[in-house]
């Protein structure tokens, strides 16, 4: 069975800085996606950024970036220059490409909150 | 900017009563799924559904769970009669469809039985 680890259960950086929030995942399969969603307080989770596991190249969106350490099964996300809307509840996710259902399978979340 | 809804936002039951969880997915959307957070836990995946019918459940997903698609828009999580373990947070989510891997989250139902 998968299962997605985030050890961090919170953490805090200052405005302008950058923080690294750290996903480790076991899996025995080849084909899979991995995916940072991000919940502010008291609203929906949104999707952060998305990895293809076929891909080597780390995705990027903006500030957002992921270092996708395949054979170690690690899968950070960089936040660069934080801003205080980056305070959320940050949730790494694995999805099996090769099962056909789709369903995520969710770390227990990391509170990253950023300080002015 | 489309997104999906889910009412109440917070619902209080007595336990053994029957509780209905109401989301509005995306109008495009294909799947749905239903997720659960019991605090301080992980969110847990509960049900997928296509084609108004159950793609994948959970061991969670037992008999005292139901899924719905009663009108072409709504999507409902009943739970027949509730117990104090099924206090937890209720996501809703939807996704354009299968090849689409991601998912749009509602704001969530805390359920709370007494």
């Known amino acids: 069975a998968q299962t997605v680890t985030q050890s961090q259960p919170e953490m805090s950086v200052q405005e302008a800085e950058t923080v690294t929030l750290s996903c480790t995942y076991d899996t025995s399969e080849n084909n899979y996606y991995l995916f940072w969603y991000k919940q502010p307080p008291s609203r929906q989770m949104i999707l952060v950024i998305r990895?293809?596991?076929?891909?080597?190249q780390n995705a990027t969106e903006n500030r957002f970036s992921v270092n996708f350490q395949k054979a170690a099964k690690s899968f950070s996300l960089k936040i660069s220059d934080s801003q205080l809307g980056d305070t959320a509840m940050y949730f790494c996710?694995?999805?099996?490409?090769?099962?056909?259902?789709?369903?995520?399978?969710f770390g227990t979340g990391t509170r990253l909150k950023v300080l002015a | 900017e489309p997104e999906v809804t889910q009412t109440p936002s917070h619902q209080v039951t007595q336990m053994g009563q029957e509780v209905i969880l109401r989301c509005v997915p995306i109008?495009?959307?294909?799947?749905f799924y239903w997720y659960r957070q019991i605090l301080g836990q992980k969110v847990e995946f509960l049900v997928s559904f296509y084609n108004n019918e159950i793609s994948e459940k959970s061991e969670i997903f037992d008999d005292q769970f139901s899924v719905e698609r009663p009108d072409g828009s709504n999507f409902t999580l009943k739970i027949r009669s509730t117990k104090l373990e099924d206090s937890a947070m209720y996501f809703c989510?939807?996704?354009?469809?299968?090849?689409?891997?991601?998912?749009?989250f509602g704001q969530g139902t805390r359920l709370t039985v007494v």
């Open positions: 109008s495009n959307h294909l799947y």
């Open positions: 989510a939807s996704s354009v469809n299968r090849l689409n891997t991601e998912a749009f």
């Open positions: 996710a694995f999805m099996n490409g090769a099962s056909g259902t789709y369903k995520y399978i």
């Open positions: 990895q293809e596991a076929y891909k080597q």
